[in-house]
């Protein structure tokens, strides 16, 4: 019994940190309607700069949740604005795939840069922090777990907050819907992209921080969570960004739990029936909207 | 008149040139050419390939530099080294020009397996002797091949051998024996090929209970569920067989989640990397078992010889060898072994004499941590993992016993975590 206990706790801790990799990568589908396949790599990125201020600066590695977003949100930012545009605006009257092709070179490039400038080692962070784990009877949790689930928590519902309430999460969601007709009511889409951009990095930079406690770090760890996060994503709904939250946690759970039943190996397997089974009967996803 | 003089000077010292030429080519010791097939460029593999040449060209230059083949009359040594890419198909083409533009009488290489296993074939249709270095493929001597040799490798079974021996053995010792296994591995051929080894071993041989054993996908995002899981099995011994980042990932939550056992057992790769000490702390790492291809510093670096293999080595590229290196190191060691005792630079008394290798209790084994000779497939039966216990950073051996350092006893059953500081 307090294994089945541990296991769910488990799956919704590792699920929470899924989820925010995942809400980052729906909003710039949802926004952009871009498939940013250099979105593991800049999760990497965000892992080597939390290791870096971690081993460097000396800071805790919580301190990386206000250090680190910010600067992801900058590279996002000018990654959209300096790179993404001039191809976006070319093929303004069809779908990306240009865009879709630079992301995955960025995604090469990114990975080897990285190799280049960090070496092939897996890297982690020396923090007393790190093993510190809370333990009643037989029950063990790590404080960074912990934290990790709280904080995914809170950015997310912040995030989806401000998405509903704030004028910019407005004009966001308003680009996402109808481009032109959110042109037509005053809001510059190109500038947009560039906030939404930027926030879904920041979003991808908390997870990061959240992450490395807890993972270790090396120039391919983007497609670990890369590729988990676009089956979370298309699970979820493409686009809905609650959808890619609650897609986070299930196959967070169905990972933990699910590996008490059958082999690791297969849990795997189970992950992906259940995506093909939603694709077949609710193609839009489970909180996708049927529209369009 | 003067201008002719000069001319006949000219023409003079040139015959004299030529006489003396070769005179004192014949004079000098004569020529053996060895075919070498590497990757060094183009491949994943390049670097451990490039490692691995360094440890074969010290080898030749030091054979060479202590006089040669001595029963050829002080032959040298002449590597012809090819540049395999890891292509196999590179390897068989390569191996063929050996053969018949270069002549090489005697082949080695070519790390990997996916190449040696292919190429091996071109040189036994030849039949060339081919000294197989560091591939661990079990196929490649069991095709009833009459001119392949590995001295320096066993397949990748022996590496789990060497498990089930040593738990064997200090078992025995302690009077403590673990009754109940997990075992669990990648899920790729590397990690399957162990886990039969052991699957088939410890019930027969010890009479254990399995309780777990179950493959993991190979850079999993979460181990945890795994750990939660063989934490729940309450097992005794818990061996473990994954590649460094796996490895780093489930020992750091083996103790945060207080996983007991009587022993946790790495199998030479991930809890064998230098890595792995400095990333999962030294009290994660403390009392770790793991297998290891060579037995270490301490354990081997204990004569002259191999003294001058590890500082020549170390001055002339300014890191320390490792595995693969000595492997190398040995292999050509071996086939001058051979050499010596063939007296002509041809294929067929080369094998002939290879066949007969016994070398035993000398300089080189102890530098390699184990005897040499050949079954009739072409395998050194004595080449075996050595088992090291980390303690305080460090990868001490302590199995077998020949290799074992003299300072350190093994922990075992190795203390509760809420036992140690």
Not at chain 1, 49 to 75: D, E, K, Q, T
Not at chain 2, 30 to 54: E, H, R, W
Request: charged content about 20%.
């Amino acid at each position: 019994m307090s294994i089945l206990l541990q296991s769910i706790l488990n799956g919704l801790c590792s699920g929470s940190i899924y989820s925010l990799i995942a809400v980052s990568l729906s909003l710039l589908f949802g926004v952009m309607k871009i498939i940013n396949f250099a979105h593991g790599s800049f999760l990497m990125i965000s892992m080597f700069f939390s290791l870096w201020a971690c081993r460097y600066l000396g800071l805790h590695p919580l301190v990386n949740l206000l250090l680190v977003p910010p600067v992801m949100f900058v590279i996002g930012y000018s990654t959209q604005r300096f790179l993404i545009k001039s191809i976006y605006e070319k093929e303004s009257a069809r779908e990306p795939i240009g865009v879709l092709i630079f992301t995955t070179g960025l995604w090469i490039f990114l990975d080897n840069l990285f190799l280049a400038v960090a070496g092939p080692d897996s890297q982690v962070i020396q923090h007393e922090y790190v093993n510190k784990t809370l333990i009643l009877g037989d029950f063990f949790m790590s404080y960074t777990q912990i934290y990790g689930f709280s904080a995914s928590i809170f950015i997310s519902l912040l995030f989806l907050l401000f998405l509903k309430k704030a004028k910019v999460g407005r004009a966001i969601r308003a680009t996402g819907q109808d481009r032109e007709a959110a042109s037509v009511i005053g809001v510059n889409s190109y500038e947009i992209y560039n906030i939404s951009f930027g926030l879904g990095m920041a979003v991808l930079g908390a997870a990061g921080a959240l992450l490395v406690p807890l993972y270790n770090v090396y120039p391919q760890v983007g497609d670990v969570f890369g590729l988990r996060s676009f089956v979370i994503v298309v699970l979820g709904g493409m686009g809905s960004v609650w959808g890619a939250f609650w897609g986070g946690i299930i196959i967070g759970l169905i990972e933990s739990v699910g590996a008490q039943f059958v082999p690791a190996t297969f849990t795997e397997a189970i992950i992906f029936i259940i995506f093909v089974m939603v694709l077949y009967f609710k193609p839009a996803g489970l909180f996708g909207l049927e529209s369009e | 008149m003067k201008n002719n003089s000069n001319k006949i000077m000219i023409l003079v010292s040139c015959v004299l040139a030529c006489v003396l030429g070769v005179s004192a080519d014949s004079l000098a010791a004569s020529k053996i050419k060895i075919g070498y097939l590497i990757p060094l460029s183009g491949t994943a593999a390049a670097p451990i390939g490039q490692d691995m040449s360094k440890g074969t060209h010290l080898a030749v230059k030091h054979i060479n530099d202590l006089g040669g083949i001595k029963s050829m009359g002080g032959a040298q040594l002449e590597l012809v080294e090819v540049d395999t890419h890891g292509d196999p198909k590179a390897g068989m083409t390569e191996a063929e020009r050996l053969i018949n533009v270069e002549k090489v009488p005697v082949i080695i290489g070519a790390y990997q397996s996916g190449v040696t296993f292919p190429s091996t074939a071109v040189a036994e249709k030849y039949k060339i002797p081919w000294i197989v270095d560091l591939a661990a493929k079990a196929e490649i001597t069991e095709r009833g091949f009459k001119y392949v040799f590995r001295p320096v490798q066993i397949p990748s079974s022996g590496n789990a051998d060497s498990v089930v021996d040593f738990v064997k053995y200090i078992s025995d010792k302690t009077g403590k024996k673990p009754k109940r296994l997990a075992f669990v591995y990648e899920n790729t051929d590397w990690g399957q090929d162990l886990a039969k080894t052991v699957r088939r071993r410890f019930p027969k041989e010890m009479g254990m209970e399995i309780v777990l054993d179950e493959a993991y996908p190979p850079n999993s995002p979460d181990l945890k569920p795994l750990v939660i899981k063989i934490k729940g099995r309450n097992p005794d011994l818990i061996s473990v067989t994954g590649y460094t980042s796996d490895a780093i990932q489930m020992h750091k939550l083996f103790e945060q989640m207080q996983v007991n056992a009587m022993a946790i057992i790495g199998s030479a790769a991930g809890q064998a990397d230098r890595t792995f000490i400095p990333s999962v702390g030294m009290k994660g790492t403390n009392y770790t078992y793991t297998t290891n291809g060579w037995a270490g510093y301490e354990s081997c670096v204990t004569t002259p010889f191999a003294k001058k293999y590890w500082d020549d080595f170390n001055a002339a590229h300014k890191y320390e060898p490792t595995e693969f290196t000595v492997c190398a190191y040995g292999a050509v060691w071996i086939l001058k072994d051979a050499l010596e005792r063939a007296q002509k630079a041809e294929p067929e008394p080369i094998r002939e004499a290879l066949t007969k290798t016994s070398i035993m209790n000398t300089d080189l084994t102890k530098l390699l941590g184990f005897n040499v000779k050949f079954d009739a497939k072409g395998q050194n039966p004595y080449k075996r993992f050595a088992m090291q216990q980390i303690y305080n950073g460090k990868h001490r051996t302590i199995w077998p016993e020949e290799v074992a350092v003299k300072d350190f006893s093994p922990t075992w059953p190795v203390p509760k975590w809420s036992d140690r500081k």
